[in-house]
């Protein structure tokens, strides 16, 4: 069984560019979930994909846009960046939102750490 | 609003000592309620959780939590150390209608002197 990869690791933007991150989620999790952890604070949801449709987001501008394929990967966009988007991106998968995620939790990734200078 | 607290921020024990990591969560339902430790550079892994049913619950690695519901607190255990055991501790918590998000504490680090 396959854990959560993403990809890159490490990134370094400039302030204004635009940058994608990617997840693809455990085998047979149908279900993505990105945060976003900023230097010594805990994860912050960002939002959710099913079904590769969103389905739930927490307090980020639009700017911050995902997309979830057929395969249940997804990728996290982010424009117009700025310093304090500098932070470590974690996706998480699960077997579906919801009441199976209270039962089953998240399985994270080790996240992208991104840096804007 | 929901809001996870983790009160203490840094903890040390001695190799072998016992452990508590104290959790309190503001929210009026029935919560999901979970722990994550994270070690440096890397992403989160799930040590134990509590959906319904028995409060005590059992983990990996030696861990376990107790939900009590008069108190809003799930805190963590450990009856004896390991360096190993060196990390980021997070408390989440989940529920019904909290728009599929997790709430997470801002961690507890902890150290293991031997």
């Known amino acids: 069984e396959t854990g959560v990869t993403q990809s890159p690791t490490h990134l370094i933007k400039t302030r204004g560019q635009q940058v994608t991150l990617r997840c693809s989620s455990q085998?047979?999790?149908?279900?993505v979930s990105w945060y976003q952890q900023a230097l010594g604070q805990g994860p912050q949801f960002i939002f959710q994909?099913?079904?590769?449709?969103?389905?739930g987001r927490g307090n980020f501008p639009p700017r911050f846009s995902g997309l979830q394929f057929p395969n249940y990967s997804s990728e996290l966009n982010v424009n117009a960046l700025e310093l304090d988007d500098s932070a470590l991106y974690l996706c998480?998968?699960?077997?579906?939102?919801?009441?199976?995620?209270?039962?089953?939790?998240?399985?994270f990734g080790s996240g992208t750490r991104l840096t804007v200078v | 609003a929901q809001s996870v607290t983790q009160p203490d921020i840094h903890i040390t024990v001695s190799e072998g000592a016992s452990l508590e990591l104290r959790c309190n969560y503001s929210y009026g339902a029935t919560p999901y309620l979970f722990w994550y430790v994270q070690s440096p550079g890397q992403g989160l892994q799930l040590l134990l959780k509590y959906f319904s049913g028995d409060t005590l619950v059992q983990g990996i690695k030696g861990f376990e939590a107790e939900f009590k519901r008069s108190q809003s607190s799930f805190n963590l255990r450990k009856p004896s150390v390991h360096w190993s055991d060196a990390a980021e501790y997070f408390c989440?918590?989940?529920?019904?209608?909290?728009?599929?998000?997790?709430?997470f504490g801002t961690g507890t680090s902890l150290t293991v002197i031997p």
């Open positions: 994909y099913y079904r590769e449709e969103e389905n």
């Open positions: 989440a918590v989940g529920a019904l209608n909290t728009g599929n998000q997790f709430y």
């Open positions: 998480a998968s699960s077997l579906g939102g919801g009441v199976l995620q209270g039962l089953y939790g998240y399985t």
């Open positions: 085998s047979g999790h149908n279900t």
